[in-house]
T-cell receptor, first 110, second 116 residues
Framework: KQEVTQIPAALSVPEGENLVLNCSFT??????LQWFRQDPGKGLTSLLL?????REQTSGRLNASLDKSSGRSTLYIAASQPGDSATYLC?????????FGTGTSLTVIP | GAVVSQHPSWVICKSGTSVKIECRSL??????MFWYRQFPKQSLMLMAT?????????EQGVEKDKFLINHASLTLSTLTVTSAHPEDSSFYIC????????????FGDGTRLSIL
């Protein structure tokens, strides 16, 4: 069964810093990997989707990379802002199943 | 705008009540939808896969008689928590992939269920 792990579980940085969130998965046979943001008590907002054949995707200050063979993905956030404070989840699609990581709780301090 | 609509967003009810949560795909058809549960400070756990026109597929440990899923049309799946108890209090979220296996998953805003 696919297992998805995110490190670190929590992260606190001063505003303006660049940061990296990590996601690892045990089964490399995935269709795609998706990064989400979740604000407290809210649903999920999709940030980036990387297909299994792709190496990275970029959207604004966000860049996500995928190394399928090693079972890893990173989400890079440039010039962090207090509004980036949220929980970030990665999810991999294997067959018709989606598996979520444990999440990284990010706090950006003004 | 939202592509998946979930209602209600918050429910508070007494123990023993049955609660129905709706998940609708907007402007696209979803033959498959997914239901997740999230406990505080934990990640999403897949409960079941809802299949239009056939029975839902439940994950191990999820009681199918407790969590009734109906996917009666290509745009609507419902989750009914039957005879809810305080331990069923949680955040329930549905999702629907738009298109095939390589398409992104879109989520509803979730339903916070509190059983007194």
């Amino acid at each position: 069964k696919q297992e998805v792990t995110q490190i670190p579980a929590a992260l606190s940085v001063p505003e303006g810093e660049n940061l990296v969130l990590n996601c690892s998965f045990t089964d490399s046979a995935i269709y795609n990997l998706q990064w989400f943001r979740q604000d407290p008590g809210k649903g999920l907002t999709s940030l980036l989707l990387i297909q299994s054949s792709q190496r990275e995707q970029t959207s604004g200050r966000l860049n996500a990379s995928l190394d399928k063979s090693s079972g890893r993905s990173t989400l890079y956030i440039a010039a962090s802002q207090p509004g980036d404070s949220a929980t970030y989840l990665c999810a991999v699609r294997t067959g018709n199943q989606f598996y979520f990581g444990t999440g990284t709780s990010l706090t950006v301090i003004p | 705008g939202a592509v998946v609509s979930q209602h209600p967003s918050w429910v508070i009810c007494k123990s023993g009540t049955s609660v129905k949560i709706e998940c609708r795909s907007l402007d696209f058809q979803a033959t498959t939808m997914f239901w997740y549960r999230q406990f505080p400070k934990q990640s999403l756990m897949l409960m079941a896969t809802s299949n239009e026109g056939s029975k839902a597929t439940y994950e191990q440990g999820v009681e199918k008689d407790k969590f009734l899923i109906n996917h009666a049309s290509l745009t609507l799946s419902t989750l009914t928590v039957t005879s809810a108890h305080p331990e069923d209090s949680s955040f329930y979220i549905c999702s629907a992939p738009m298109g095939g296996a390589y398409q992104p998953q879109h989520f509803g805003d979730g339903t916070r269920l509190s059983i007194l």
